[in-house]
Nanobody
């Protein structure tokens, strides 16, 4: 599986950006799709995830972005989006998308998707810079 993220750039505080990540593969609907970010000098942290469509496409968010960011998926386009509103300087980071290939009998909750160790494939990052 190959992932290509785009949409990063410079935004002012209070502004918005939308990130996109296109995934290869013929079983996109089975993927759980996550976004992580890594700020300079900090560890990578979970941002959001959307579960496979067949399991209900549930969404989970980090507390720091809840109510401001929205993750969605378009299975027809093999694409996952991260709409980021009310951006703050502390949102500045490299954002990466990642995939968990979920089997037909597998159901995972938020605690599973929080850990980057559970993701099978990663895309390159896209830089988001928020100025104050």
């Amino acid at each position: 599986v190959q992932l290509q993220a785009s949409g990063g750039g410079l935004a002012q505080a209070g502004g918005s950006l939308r990130l996109s990540c296109v995934a290869s593969g013929r079983t996109f609907s089975r993927y759980a799709l996550g976004w992580f970010r890594q700020a300079p000098g900090k560890e990578r942290e979970f941002v959001a995830v959307i579960t496979p469509s067949w399991s209900g496409a549930h969404t989970y968010y980090a507390d720091s972005v809840k109510g401001r960011f929205t993750i969605s998926r378009d299975n027809a386009k093999n694409t996952v989006y991260l709409q980021m509103n009310s951006l703050q300087p502390e949102d500045t980071a490299v954002y990466s998308c990642a995939v968990v290939v979920v089997g037909p009998d597998e159901v995972y909750g938020r605690s599973f998707y929080d850990s980057d160790l559970n993701y099978d494939y990663w895309g390159q990052g896209t830089l988001v810079t928020v100025s104050s």
